[in-house]
Antibody, heavy 122, light 110 residues
């Protein structure tokens, strides 16, 4: 059974940093691209970033480019999102998601974690 | 990249069919057969219902179907059931090699 468990969310001041983690199990982690998707309170979904199975290819939404970095450690079956220069508008539940088989990096997400809440506020 | 446009709400009675539209541009929906649909119940993570316009993942009922014409994709739910009441989001691959989601549609079963 595929399981994705996010951690690392919390309260941070504007301009601060936070690193999210996503522990994956139930599938061969290194074979699949992975994504981060966020959802602000009461709002819709926003695609944030994606990474290839090897970690060699990454993609970012314009809203986070230059501030967020996606990475993975295939030896630990873990996905990361390093978030720097955080803004109030980055407040959201952040979901880790597995990409459908056959996609290099960006792709539809077939399994999702339960999300971790990030609040950016002074 | 602007969000794809969906109606805010759609409703129907049990057993009826409803359709949700998702309108984009030549840089996303019209340009690629990489449109997906997700269902999200309150307080839950999204669930993939359709990918690559028409493909259903294993376990998704065949009451759910997808289509596309030009810059507009559609999700049709046939034989509407109470458990179908949820928010639905479309998404599409874009010419920037990223993904974009739709604005979301609340489906109400009357």
């Amino acid at each position: 059974e595929v399981q994705l468990l996010e951690s690392g969310g919390g309260l941070v001041q504007p301009g601060g940093s936070l690193r999210l983690s996503c522990a994956a199990s139930g599938f061969t982690f290194s074979k699949y691209a992975m994504s981060w998707v966020r959802q602000a309170p009461g709002k819709g979904l926003e695609w944030v970033s994606a990474i290839s199975g090897s970690g060699g290819r990454t993609k970012y939404a314009d809203s986070v480019k230059g501030r967020f970095t996606i990475s993975r450690d295939n030896s630990k079956n873990t996905l990361y999102l390093q978030m720097n220069s955080l803004r109030v508008e980055d407040t959201a539940v952040y979901y880790c998601a597995k990409v459908v088989e056959g996609y290099d990096s960006s792709g539809p997400q077939d399994y999702w974690g339960q999300g971790t809440l990030v609040i950016v506020s002074s | 990249q602007s969000a794809l446009t969906q109606p805010a709400s759609v409703s129907g009675s049990p057993g009826q069919s409803i359709s949700i539209s998702c309108t984009g541009t030549s840089s996303d929906v019209a340009g690629y057969n990489y449109v997906s649909w997700y269902q999200q119940h309150p307080g839950k993570a999204p669930k993939l219902m359709i990918y690559e316009v028409t493909n259903r993942p294993s376990g998704v009922p065949d009451r759910f179907s997808g289509s596309k014409s030009g810059n507009t994709a559609s999700l049709t739910i046939s034989g509407l059931q109470s458990e179908d009441e949820a928010d639905y989001y479309c998404s599409s691959y874009t010419s920037s090699t990223t993904y974009v989601f739709g604005t979301g549609t609340k489906v109400t079963v009357l």
